[in-house]
């Protein structure tokens, strides 16, 4: 009596299942770094975006704002929800700084480019100069 079994052996699946294994511990780290990348860039485009918030405030107001709250007439919601922004200025007649700090519990904690840590970026504006640090997370 001839009888033709089909299906997989034990080995295959157990072959199978740990090529999965290999490839998930491959992409998943490389994932969770391209969505940390991938939300800097917008953290960085929502102090882009206030630095025209601030030039419009100035052009309605004759200074710039010491605070985020001056702006928020201007922003609506198109700020990155990974960062807390803060915005100061000494003199609002010509500087400003603005500052995005990474959330508690946001990924954006572990944000780091060759070994620098850019959870937290900061855009400061005096005159026509303007200075971002740490400048290796701004390079993008």
């Known amino acids: 009596m001839n009888t033709n079994n089909s299906g997989f052996t034990l080995l295959e699946v157990l072959v199978v299942l740990a090529i999965v294994a290999i490839i998930t511990a491959v992409a998943v780290p490389s994932y969770k770094n391209y969505i940390i990348k991938s939300q800097r860039l917008d953290g960085i485009n929502s102090l882009n975006l206030m630095v025209l918030t601030q030039e419009r405030f100035y052009n309605d107001n ?8 001056g ?4 922003l609506g919601d198109y700020l990155n929800d990974e960062y807390n922004y ?5 003199d609002t007649s010509s500087s400003y700084t603005i500052t995005a700090a990474a959330k508690f519990n946001s990924s954006q904690n572990d944000d780091t480019e060759g070994g620098i840590d850019c959870s937290t970026l900061t855009l400061t504006v005096s005159g026509l100069n303007r200075t971002v640090s740490p400048s290796q997370c701004w390079d993008d």
């Open 71 to 74: 702006l928020n007439n201007y």
């Open 86 to 90: 803060t915005v100061s200025s000494s």
């Open 62 to 69: 004759g200074m710039f704002s010491s605070s985020l709250a």
